[in-house]
């Protein structure tokens, strides 16, 4: 044991284990992502029992015995080893307790600032829980002498930081009263995801790649995350937030600062983000006059089988909250002068994807007929892989060529699968080993918010209107034209089918 004077108060400091404590521990999240990441961990004999313990907060009232039968009813369902092994089952459960509390009572704090002190002096705060709770919830960590007890600190917030730039800068400062910034982990799972990576790797780890990145070789670059579902039981929280904010302001946004970023010096944090952050500093917005060609909201209405949007559960019937945008954009790097860049995302979309797609500039063969243009597609999810369309000379006669695919389904490989890290697994990794380059920087977050605010301010001032659009029809016909006045078009799902499909 050991003795702590906390605020004039002597405690009484027991083992040292690392405690992971997470606010909102009887959420959504932490049942479908983080239990499950720490279940995969613990597998693999990553974290154990004896140095770690994950304590689970909530206002429920569990015991420990009660809340561990909850996880393990879907546990299953999320993690990456699913043979269900029952000592796995039975040592995992040593890992994980349950603290009752309400966050909202600053009291209950001391209660587990004794609670922790017994058992360990380094702890990772989680905050799995709605944005405004994050300075209330930091603040009595401070209050209460928890922080000050304890030697070593971090905190993890999950992404919205904030509801806008301002009440983003204002959560900010106020969790920096009590943690310092290289003690704030700021989390955009897409970061931590196998195919983000992997944009690292195929744009920086191969010549052919490396050398043509840049506007003399592409014509246009497309980002699209699509997703079939609609608003499910999120209505609350998506019919204030919308589509721009949910996925533009962060995941787009991550994708698009690693597809147009510079060559980092290292792949260590400082490094990584400020590439990161120049990419995303000359990210331009299209212009006044152009805006209502080149930017597309919509709104889902019913197609005979699903609801309309506005008829979703806690979402207003006059809603006019967007659940699709796309638009063009630019970049002032003159490596990227002229090149469009096409990003679009929504709900109830005719198929769930996210990728990218690079498309290059088409050249004249020795048949002297201009080619098929090559196209790099890198798949972030749900499947993920690798596709690139080539040329080839069609078998028979000289002058006649075909297109060909090399595709690469990395995930339709179960040895894959099973060896590729989840997100939130290697998130909680990363932060365990308190290496933050999966993490978003804090000018990260305040250039994504600047963009998205930018972007709205246009729509107000251009008077541009949400487009209804039928349920799995891929968005408004009005997003098709804003790519093919260009000369471009949409990747199609036909590409996308046949690339990852039937494998
Ligand atoms: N769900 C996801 O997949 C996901 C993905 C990315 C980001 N996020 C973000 O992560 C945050 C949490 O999401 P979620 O889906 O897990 O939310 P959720 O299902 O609504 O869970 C909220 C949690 O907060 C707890 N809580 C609320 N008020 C409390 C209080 N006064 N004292 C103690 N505990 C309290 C609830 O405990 P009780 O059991 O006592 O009600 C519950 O555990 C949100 O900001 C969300 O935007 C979620």
Redesign the pocket.
């Known amino acids: 044991m050991k003795e702590l004077i906390v605020r004039g108060c002597i405690i009484m400091s027991g083992s040292n284990k690392t405690l992971f404590v997470i606010?909102?521990?009887?959420?959504?999240?932490?049942y479908?992502?983080l239990v499950p990441a720490f279940y995969d961990l613990y597998v693999l004999n990553q974290v154990e029992p004896k140095d770690l313990e994950v304590v689970i907060?909530?206002?429920?009232d569990y015991t420990n015995e009660t809340y561990r039968e909850t996880y393990e009813e879907t546990l299953f369902k999320h993690v990456r080893f699913k043979n269900r092994d029952e000592a796995h089952i039975q040592g995992f459960r040593e890992l994980i307790s349950y603290y009752k509390?309400?966050?909202?009572e600053p009291d209950h704090y001391f209660g587990l600032r004794d609670y922790l002190l017994e058992r360990g002096n380094r702890a990772l705060f989680y905050l799995?829980?709605?944005?405004h709770s994050f300075e209330e919830i930091t603040e009595s960590l401070k209050t209460s002498g928890i922080t000050a007890a304890m030697t070593d600190k971090q905190l993890l917030i999950?992404?919205?930081f904030g509801d806008d730039l301002e009440s983003a800068i204002e959560v900010d400062k106020a969790i920096k009263k009590c943690f310092k910034e290289s003690e704030i982990y700021r989390i955009d799972h897409y970061l931590a995801k196998e195919m983000m990576l992997n944009i690292l790797t195929i744009r920086f780890g191969n010549m052919t790649f490396e050398r043509l990145w840049d506007k003399d070789s592409i014509e246009s670059i497309q980002v699209s995350a699509l997703e079939e579902g609609g608003v499910n039981d999120r209505g609350n929280?998506y019919d204030i937030t919308g589509a721009l904010e949910d996925m533009f302001q962060s995941h787009l946004l991550q994708m698009l600062s690693y597809v147009l970023m510079d060559r980092p010096k290292s792949m260590q944090p400082k490094h990584l983000h400020r590439a990161q952050e120049r990419a995303l500093r000359r990210l331009k917005p299209p212009k006044l006059e152009n805006f209502n060609s080149e930017f597309v909201l919509g709104q889902y209405v019913s197609n005979g089988e699903v609801n309309s949007y506005v008829d979703e559960t806690h979402v207003k019937a006059d809603s006019k909250t967007e659940t699709f945008f796309a638009m063009k954009l630019t970049s002032s790097d003159k490596r990227f002068k002229d090149v469009p860049i096409y990003v679009r995302s929504g709900k109830r979309m005719k198929e769930q994807s996210t990728y990218i797609a690079i498309t290059f500039k088409p050249v004249i063969g020795i048949n002297g007929k201009e080619h098929d243009r090559n196209v790099l597609i890198i798949r972030i999810g749900p499947d993920e892989g690798i596709y690139f369309k080539v040329n080839i000379k069609r078998p028979g006669n000289f002058d006649e060529t075909q297109t060909v695919s090399m595709d690469f389904c990395q995930s339709c490989i179960y040895e894959n699968r099973l060896n590729t890290p989840q997100a939130y697994e290697r998130l909680i990794s990363h932060a365990l080993k308190k290496d933050r380059t999966l993490f978003a920087s804090w000018p990260i977050v305040t250039k994504s918010w600047e963009l998205t605010e930018q972007l709205q301010s246009l729509v107000k001032e251009s008077n541009n209107q949400i487009i209804p659009y039928t349920a799995f029809e891929n968005g408004p016909k009005e997003s098709k034209s804003l790519i093919k006045t260009n000369g471009h078009e949409w990747v199609n799902d036909e590409v996308l089918g046949q690339t990852f499909n039937g494998q």
């Open positions: 606010f909102g521990g009887t959420g959504d999240l932490t479908k992502k907060i909530g206002r429920r509390m309400d966050f909202h799995a829980v709605a944005p999950e992404k919205p929280y």
